[in-house]
């Protein structure tokens, strides 16, 4: 449906849809008091660990994502075979540091992935919820 043809409910949706993503994309890259993930000091942290371990030969993009994902795998194993009530109360319970670990382990295994590809990742993310925002808009007045 071309947005002429829209409803008046619909066009409010789009609107409301349009501002959200031009407010999401008026931030440029070195606007750091409007980014949503300022990952400057993360990266210094990570390039730092890796050069002084002579690691960056081995962190190539494939070898990070067979990393990632094995890392994601531990995650998920605290998970299997709970109730989702049990998993929503997990971080009361012993296992709450073992979680923290593995979601740091995912986090900053990801950071490197989008490092060595070049990935500005607030930019990606703002790209991503704006296409989001287009793909799923919301209805609500």
Request: aromatic share 6%; charged share 25%.
């Amino acid at each position: 449906m071309l947005l002429g043809q829209a409803n008046p409910q619909d066009k409010r949706v789009f609107a409301r849809t349009g501002n959200f993503i031009r407010q999401l994309r008026n931030t440029g890259p070195g606007d750091l008091m409007n980014k949503l993930i300022d990952t400057t000091n993360l990266e210094s942290v990570l390039h730092e660990f890796a050069r002084q371990r002579d690691w960056e030969p081995f962190h190539t993009a494939r070898n990070l994502i067979l990393a990632l994902t094995g890392e994601v795998g531990e995650l998920a194993e605290i998970f299997q075979w709970m109730t989702d009530g049990q998993a929503a109360e997990i971080m009361q319970t012993a296992q709450a540091e073992h979680v923290k670990q593995e979601v740091a382990d995912v986090l900053l295994y990801l950071m490197r992935l989008a490092m060595v590809l070049k990935i500005d990742v607030d930019e990606a993310v703002r790209n991503k919820i704006a296409l989001n925002a287009v793909k799923y808009p919301a209805l609500k007045a």
